[in-house]
């Protein structure tokens, strides 16, 4: 007997996918902000999936990417996401649709820059051999045996090569590695070197750099003030030991990969430096 499927259900009650993302370490965590039902496969659906997703402020539907064989679509409920493409930024609003063929290389993916939550519905056929490049990252992926298994771009996995083909222990990410991996996601930020730092820019200005253990962040004053008060990992910034400024805060997190836990606050300061000082 075939499995029993149900004949309608609300697409609510079908619950979020339990694994928040596939991506290897550290482009997981950038997934936190997303959530994913998986309705075709409420349906056993196996040609193609259908996806009701949502995405809290700050976070994004995925790696900006583009497959070799899948089609994908896109369907806006509510909320009003920015998709970027080779062709740049365009804002979304509810109602409106968009499609991306297979093997063009246009990378694309939606970021939440609002304040509101984004719901989407988004579909993708299941083609065999099907490949994902992610122009902005060192990384590819390939499907093979229903599973996507993935690569850096040099094509060595993620994880540590077989004994046989080692030549030494693959390097562990370095702290500004995984800020790196962070930061440069969000779109138009580029790393520079100023004055010895490492700084981000967005427009030509700066709004981070790596200070020492910590994230030197540029904010209005009323907010870099209210979070030095209600936070214990947040610290006036004086990098060097230069004359601290009201606008400067530092983040100070052990682990720099939880820097992914302060993503509003990196787009609340990219908004304020385009904006011009206030």
């Excluded at 093997?103 to 509101?116: A, F, I, K, Q, Y």
């Excluded at 390097?171 to 962070?182: G, L, N, S, V």
């Excluded at 009323?222 to 030991?241: H, I």
């Excluded at 805060?249 to 993503?263: C, G, M, N, V």
Aim: aromatic share 8%; charged share 25%; net charge negative.
């Amino acid at each position: 007997m075939p499995d029993k499927f149900p004949i309608a259900v609300p697409a609510l009650d079908v619950p979020p996918r339990a694994q928040k993302s596939i991506y290897p370490a550290p482009f997981a965590a950038l997934m936190d902000k997303r959530t994913k039902r998986q309705l075709g496969n409420a349906f056993g659906l196996a040609n193609f999936g259908v996806n009701l997703t949502t995405i809290e402020p700050g976070g994004m539907s995925a790696l900006r990417h583009a497959h070799t064989k899948q089609d994908e679509f896109i369907y806006v409920l509510e909320g009003r996401p920015t998709l970027v493409t080779d062709a740049g930024r365009t804002q979304l609003a509810p109602g409106q649709c968009a499609g991306f063929r297979a093997g063009t290389g246009d990378g694309h993916h939606l970021v939440n820059e609002t304040h509101e939550t984004v719901t989407y519905l988004e579909v993708g056929d299941r083609t065999p051999g099907d490949e994902a490049t992610y122009p902005d990252d060192d990384l590819e992926a390939t499907m093979a045996d229903g599973a996507w298994r993935f690569t850096h771009k040099n094509g060595f996995l993620s994880k540590e090569p077989p004994m046989a083909a080692k030549k030494s222990p693959p390097a562990e990410p370095t702290r500004k590695d995984q800020i790196d991996a962070i930061l440069l996601a969000l779109p138009n930020v580029e790393a520079r070197k100023i004055n010895g730092l490492d700084a981000y820019f967005v427009a030509d200005k700066m709004f981070a750099c790596i200070s020492g253990n910590g994230i030197g962040v540029r904010l209005p004053v009323a907010m870099a003030t209210e979070l030095q008060f209600s936070r214990e990992n947040v610290t006036s910034f004086s990098p060097g030991g230069m004359a601290s400024t009201r606008e400067w805060i530092q983040i100070d997190r052990p682990d720099a990969t939880e820097y992914s836990k302060d993503l509003e606050t990196f787009q609340a300061s990219i908004d304020f430096v385009k904006k011009g000082r206030r």
